[in-house]
Each structure stands twice: as structure tokens, then as C-alpha cells.
């Protein structure tokens, strides 16, 4: 073969592969996409089936209401969903409100067993939740906090403190200190230092650090099915209700869930931007 | 405008420190017994190697770190207890500081807003000060969208706005490359020379304090060495710190024990053969078998032309570097430089003579290092 010949060869090959690159990876993504997404479609499905026809894995199928008559008609479960968002709304403002503090704390001041500190909060992520349940159970019992909104919003910055924390931190110590003090020589008071030119500059990590502490809250089991009984159910609990003694109603299950994880993808759809930028940018340089 | 006046300041980190503030740790003063005064509309250089307490007392002034012990007055207001905001001070800080959300337009109106003054008055400071720092045309972008240069603009004009009795420029130029940096030192004397407000600028860059400052402060470990006029600090060095310190090439220093030969006096250097005259003004204080430290700038050093008394000595490095050649002679251990503008060539080894410029050259205490007048 020629020099020639190999050449044109080589370039064909090359514009095929551009053709076929942009190919592949989108019928990668997909797959993935449908790997990834298919339990969800799943329990989409489900939802719509009668109990009769939850077993087979016919996609046509006659689809019914009946199932969301019967949970959010039959049931209370408008009233877990509103609890549900009352604690993870509320577990997330009170990380924020004491969190933002801690991290400034965290990233400006020099204190004794400073870096221990910051490691126990981020240890309590470490730990299951399973681990602590118990003695936390009899605690509450003992102080009343059992079965009571604050008990669980108190209980849940276990979850929602240590990310927001870390996160925020990171971004309070890419910001100059000198930025602080020019404002404080501009005649602005400590508080208006800290809105005006702190809060704008640690407003990506903190969104999104909140965002994802409030779908952790959100999707929380383990404390609110131990610690709650009947005055205080969030919808994660709720769902386990239509699992009775003779049969499990498949369907209503799928319903609830579907429901549940409505507020999440809005809220994940919304901030897919932020997230990923607001994470990544604080967390590598912290 | 404003006087400065400071009365027997001391400054002391704790042992345990914030981190905001500073990285030194020793329990020692960062500042001891500072006193000095700034007339109004002065423009003063403190000049010192890194750590040396400069960076500290302008800190100071600005209401940063607190005052350990002495008194500050701007004006005639004891300013120890008072609130930054309440200095009347602006400050230019070294990295900057600007707020990256906000437009240089806002940057600088950030402080007036502060102040609730009204939009209009904002607006006539911003056009006033804009044009004065060549920032015109960077007025609606973000301070992430500007070069070094144009960075340390927005923040002297920050500082400046607000027409602040005293202005403090915390090693403005330090960041910058080479060629900004000798335009933007232009600026700020054209700037100073403008507004004429009480200036004072931290360096370590002797040359920014040379050509900036009326006055220049010498610090070093926290002490003042020296205050005086650019000129005075480099004809006149009150000691051997502030001799080597000002002036590039920096000022030869040789220890050198004199001897006594017949009726005259000569400098003799260990390990070399060179040997000169001791200048005459010096021959009352000075004895056989003295040692002293020796200071010459190099271009007081000259390279006789006919026959003196000096011992040849051979040429070490030769450099021609275009506007001056540089010229070293090794004597002992040393090198001894001198520079000339005179359009000359000398090999390596090549021997000559050396005459010191009588009346430039400076004796200094070899244990303390303080200058030994006549």
C-alpha cells in the first residue's frame, strides 16, 4: 500500500470515528439512564396497576386510579406529607441558621483540637443510624421529646449539620479575610459584613449544601419509624402502612412512594446547575 | 487630612492567635517603642525586609489589630480604642480584597452606601476619583474580569473615595510584574500629589519607597532604624542595617582591621593584599589594630586612572549590563562591586587600583552595627 493510500485510509477512519463517538456515548448515557431510572418507572407502573394485575410484567395494561383514591382519599396522607415537609423544612433551617456560624467558625478562628471538632461533626455522618437509635429512643422517652416535631428536627441535624458544615466551610476559606475587614473599614457593622459580602460569596455552597441536606431529611427512615409513633408520621413511614397483616397493597405502596419522591426531583431538576457547581467548587478546595 | 503621630507603640502577639491575623507565633513584640509623626499631607514609606513590623503598625492604624501598648492620634483624636470605621482611614490592601460580586462601580460605592450617602454625591466621588486611576472604562465589570493591574486600581480608588484623612497602601505594587508596577508607582505619586492626603505605604521594595515617599521609616525586628528623607536614609545611614539595606547593588560592607603606617592610617582586609587609605576626616577617632566594618556604595568605588597609594588588586567578574558595567574585585573572602557608567573594559585578572570616595565612605561598629561619625 502506499504512503497515499494509508493516509486517505487513516482520515476516512478518523471522520467515521467522529460520526461514531457522539453515537456511542449517547447510547451509553441512555442505557445507563434506563438502568438507572427503570425502578422508578417501575413503581410509575405500579402505581397505575390494580392489585390483580401487580404481578405480571405486561407494560399494556387497563391503567387505574383506584390505588390514589384509596391512599389519598382513604388515608391521612396529605397529613404525613405536610409533617414530613414541616421536619425536613425545618431540620434544614435550623442547619442553616447554627451550621453557616459553625463553618465560619470552623474556617477562621484558631482554636485548640479545631480540626477534632470539625472531624466529630463530620464522624457523625459516619456512623449508622441504627448505632445511636437506641439510646436516643430511651433519652426521648425519658425527656418527652418522643413523638414530637422538635425531637425529630433535633435528631435530623445528625444528618443535615455535617454536610452543610463541611461544605460551607470550604467556601468561607477560599474567601480573603481582607474582603471582611476592607468591609468593616467601610463603616459596616459585623452582621452587615457577614450578609452583605459573606452570604453572597457562600450562596452556591450553601443552596446546595441545603438542598441536598433537605433530601436527606426528606428521605429519612430509621429515626422518624423509631421515633415517631401516631401523632408525627413522615410519608417514609406512612408507606409502610399499606403493608398489612393478610396482604401488601403493591399498588397503594407505589402511590405513596410516587408521591414522595415528587418534592426531590423538582427540587433536583430546579438546582441540577447549582448542585454540581455549588458541591464541587467548596468541597475540592476544602 | 490629617497629621499621624505615634507615641512609644508596642505591639505583642499573644501566644495563642487568631488566624485571621497575621502568622507570626513568637511571644515577642512585632512592634517596640515605634514613635513617629506624620506631618499632613506627607507621604511616608515604611521600608523593611519581611517581618520586621511594618505590615503590623499600618494594621494598626487601621483599627485591624489592637495596640498593645503607646498612643495613636490622627488629628488630635487618641484613635487606640476607636472603631475602624471611625478612623476616617482608607485602606489598599495587598491581595486586593474587592468584593467579587459586586461591579467596580459598586466596589466603590459600597463604602458610601454605608454611610447612607445620597446617590448623586456616590456618583460625583466615583466620577471624581475614576478618571484620576484610569479606571473609566472598567466601571461595569466584575472584579473577577480584571487583571492584576487594573485589580490594584479599583482598590486605591476604593480606598481613596471616600477622601480619607489617612490613606495606607499595604505593599500596593508587591503582586504586580515589573513594567505595571513602575507605571502604577507613577499613578499613585500623581494620585498623591492630586488629592495631597496624608499617605503612608508599606514596601519592602526600596525603590518604591525611594521614589514615592517625602519620608522613609526603616524598620527591622520591630524597631525603627531610621527616619528620614530618601535622600539622608542613602547618603547618611544611621547604621549598618539601613546601609545595606537602601540601595542597589546594595552598599559594599567589609570588616577590616586599620593599621597604623607611618602618618598614615590604611584599611586591610583579611586574606588580601588590598590595603587604602583611611580617609583623613576619620584620623582622630581612629587607632592602630581597629575593627571596624567598612561601607562604600559601589559607585563610590572608582578605578584609578594614574598611579596611586592602593595595592593592585585583580579584576574577578566583569559585567556589562547596557546603562552601567559592574566591576569585582575579590578581597579575602568578599567580593567588593562597583558600577560605572563610564564606558570601559577590563578582563578577568586584569589588575587595577581602587580609590574609595572619601567622602562617602562610612565606618560602622562591627559589634553594633551603629554608624562611627566623626
Not at chain 2, 39 to 68: H, Q, Y
Request: hydrophobic residues 45%; proline residues 5%; charged residues 20%.
Amino acid at each position: 500500500m502506499s504512503n497515499h493510500q494509508q493516509l486517505t485510509d487513516s482520515s476516512k477512519n478518523k471522520s467515521i470515528l467522529k460520526i461514531l463517538e457522539p453515537i456511542g456515548r449517547n447510547l451509553g448515557l441512555t442505557l445507563f439512564a434506563m438502568f438507572a431510572l427503570f425502578p422508578l418507572v417501575w413503581m410509575v407502573i405500579c402505581a397505575f396497576k390494580s392489585d390483580a394485575q401487580m404481578y405480571n410484567t405486561v407494560f399494556v395494561f387497563q391503567p387505574t386510579l383506584e390505588n390514589f383514591r384509596a391512599v389519598l382519599i382513604g388515608t391521612d396522607y396529605f397529613k404525613a406529607f405536610f409533617q414530613n415537609l414541616v421536619v425536613a423544612g425545618g431540620a434544614v433551617i435550623i442547619t442553616v441558621i447554627a451550621g453557616v456560624p459553625c463553618a465560619y467558625a470552623l474556617a477562621r478562628y484558631n482554636f485548640k483540637k479545631k480540626e477534632d471538632v470539625a472531624f466529630q461533626i463530620l464522624s457523625f455522618k459516619f456512623a449508622p443510624e441504627i448505632m445511636v437509635i437506641l439510646p436516643i429512643f430511651l433519652i426521648f422517652q425519658k425527656v418527652g421529646l418522643y413523638d414530637t416535631f422538635f425531637g425529630l428536627i433535633w435528631v435530623y441535624q445528625l444528618i443535615t449539620m455535617p454536610l452543610l458544615i463541611w461544605v460551607v466551610r470550604g467556601y468561607f476559606e477560599d474567601i480573603s479575610v481582607e474582603v471582611e475587614q476592607a468591609a468593616q473599614l467601610d463603616g459596616y457593622t459585623w452582621y452587615e459584613v457577614f450578609f452583605k459580602t459573606l452570604v453572597p460569596l457562600i450562596k452556591p455552597g450553601m443552596v446546595a449544601a441545603a438542598l441536598l441536606a433537605f433530601i436527606f431529611a426528606w428521605n429519612s427512615f430509621t429515626f422518624p419509624l423509631i421515633l415517631s409513633g401516631f401523632k408525627i408520621q413522615t410519608i417514609t413511614i406512612t408507606a409502610l402502612r399499606y403493608i398489612a397483616s393478610d396482604t401488601v397493597h403493591y399498588g397503594q405502596v407505589a402511590v405513596a412512594s410516587t408521591i414522595a419522591v415528587l418534592p426531590e426531583v423538582i427540587v433536583a431538576l430546579f438546582i441540577q446547575k447549582h448542585l454540581v457547581r455549588g458541591l464541587s467548587f467548596g468541597a475540592v478546595k476544602g | 487630612m490629617a497629621q499621624l503621630i505615634l507615641k512609644n507603640v508596642f505591639k505583642r502577639y499573644d501566644g495563642q492567635k487568631k488566624k485571621m491575623f497575621q502568622k507570626k507565633k513568637e511571644n515577642d513584640f512585632a512592634v517596640k517603642d515605634v514613635s513617629y509623626e506624620c506631618k499632613d499631607g506627607e507621604f511616608i514609606g515604611i521600608l523593611g525586609p519581611s517581618g520586621c513590623g511594618k505590615s503590623t503598625s499600618l494594621r494598626m492604624m487601621a483599627g485591624l489589630e489592637d495596640i498593645t501598648a503607646g498612643e495613636m492620634y490622627i488629628g488630635d483624636v487618641l484613635i487606640n480604642d476607636l472603631q475602624p470605621k471611625d478612623r476616617n482611614i482608607g485602606l489598599a490592601f495587598e491581595d486586593y480584597a474587592l468584593y467579587p460580586p459586586l461591579t467596580v462601580y459598586e466596589n466603590l460605592a459600597f463604602n458610601m452606601r454605608a454611610k447612607k450617602k445620597s446617590e448623586q454625591e456616590i456618583k460625583k466621588a466615583i466620577d471624581y476619583v475614576a478618571p484620576l486611576m484610569k479606571i473609566d472604562d472598567l466601571l461595569n465589570m466584575k472584579p473577577p474580569a480584571l487583571s492584576g493591574g487594573q485589580k490594584q486600581r479599583v482598590n486605591i480608588a476604593r480606598a481613596i473615595v471616600r477622601r480619607p484623612g489617612l490613606l495606607l497602601l499595604d505593599e500596593p505594587l508587591s503582586h504586580l510584574d515589573g513594567k505595571m508596577r513602575q507605571q502604577l508607582r507613577q499613578e499613585i505619586k500623581r494620585m498623591h500629589h492630586e488629592i495631597k492626603c496624608t499617605t503612608i505605604i508599606v514596601t519592602h521594595d526600596q525603590m518604591e519607597a525611594m521614589s514615592l515617599a517625602d519620608r522613609i521609616i526603616i524598620m527591622k525586628d520591630g524597631e525603627i532604624q531610621q527616619i528620614g528623607t530618601p535622600l539622608e536614609v542613602y547618603d547618611d545611614p544611621a547604621n549598618e542595617f539601613v546601609a545595606g539595606f537602601i540601595g542597589e547593588p546594595p552598599m559594599n560592607l567589609m570588616s577590616s582591621t586599620i593599621e597604623k603606617q607611618g602618618q598614615k592610617f590604611m584599611f586591610t582586609f583579611e586574606g588580601s593584599l588590598l590595603q587604602v587609605e583611611v580617609p583623613r576626616r576619620y584620623n582622630k577617632i581612629v587607632k592602630d589594630q581597629m575593627k571596624v566594618t567598612l561601607g562604600v556604595r559601589p559607585v563610590d568605588v572608582l578605578i584609578a586612572k594614574e598611579e596611586v597609594s592602593s595595592t593592585p588588586v585583580p579584576v574577578a567578574v566583569y559585567e556589562n549590563l547596557g546603562d552601567e558595567r559592574r566591576i569585582s574585585v575579590r578581597v579575602g573572602e568578599m567580593l567588593l562591586s562597583m558600577t560605572t557608567p563610564d564606558d570601559v573594559y577590563y578582563e578577568a585578572g586584569q589588575k587595577v587600583q581602587l580609590i574609595f570616595h572619601e567622602e562617602r565612605t562610612h565606618l560602622f561598629d562591627p559589634e553594633t552595627g551603629e554608624r562611627i561619625r566623626v
